[in-house]
C-alpha cells in the first residue's frame, strides 16, 4: 500500500474507496487480477491508466497483493497497460514511483522507461509509446 499511495493506509475512507470502484470510463480504465481460494474470489492486484485533458498522455498506476508478488503479476499488469496505451493511440504513459520502490523501477526500466528522479524519494517513470 506504501509503495502505490505512498504513504501507510490502515482504514481508507469509504469517499476514498467509493472514488476507486467508481470509474470514468471516459477517461480511466482498472484492470483487476483475482486469484480464485477456497470457493472465493480474491483480488490479488490492480493497474490503471487515466487519461489526461487532451488524451495524448495517460497516467498509470500499478499495486500487487503481497503475498502474490514476485510472481509476475506486476509484470503482467504493466505489460497489460503499455498495449492499453498504445491501443488507445497515447503518446506517453507515465507513473510517480517511490525512489525505494526498487522491484517497480527495475520493472519500468527494463522495458525502456525514461527514469526521472523527482526528488529524494520519488521517480517519474515515462514511456514513449510512439517511438
Known amino acids: 500500500m ?7 493506509i490502515k482504514e481508507m475512507p ?5 472514488r476507486y470502484c467508481n470509474i470514468d470510463y ?6 483487476v ?8 474470489r480474491k483480488i490479488s492486484g490492480v493497474a490503471r491508466l487515466i487519461l489526461q485533458p487532451g488524451r495524448k498522455h ?5 499495486v500487487v497483493g503481497d ?6 503479476l506486476g509484470s503482467k499488469l504493466v505489460e497489460l497497460v ?14 510517480d514511483v517511490l525512489s525505494n520502490n526498487h522491484k517497480m523501477l527495475h520493472l519500468c526500466a527494463s522495458r525502456d522507461f525514461k ?16 517511438a
Not at 527514469?115 to 510512439?130: G, P
Open 58 to 62: 495517460g497516467e498509470f498506476a500499478v
Open 82 to 95: 503499455i498495449a492499453l496505451g498504445r491501443e488507445m493511440g497515447l503518446d506517453t504513459i507515465y507513473g
Open 67 to 72: 503475498q502474490w508478488q514476485g510472481l509476475g
Open 2 to 8: 506504501r509503495f502505490r499511495f505512498f504513504q501507510v
Open 14 to 18: 469509504h469517499e476514498t474507496l467509493t
Open 33 to 40: 487480477a483475482e486469484v480464485a481460494e477456497d470457493n472465493d
Open 115 to 130: 527514469m526521472d528522479v523527482i526528488d529524494d524519494e520519488m521517480t517519474k517513470a515515462t514511456l514513449d509509446l510512439k
Open 26 to 31: 471516459d477517461r480511466e480504465i482498472a484492470i
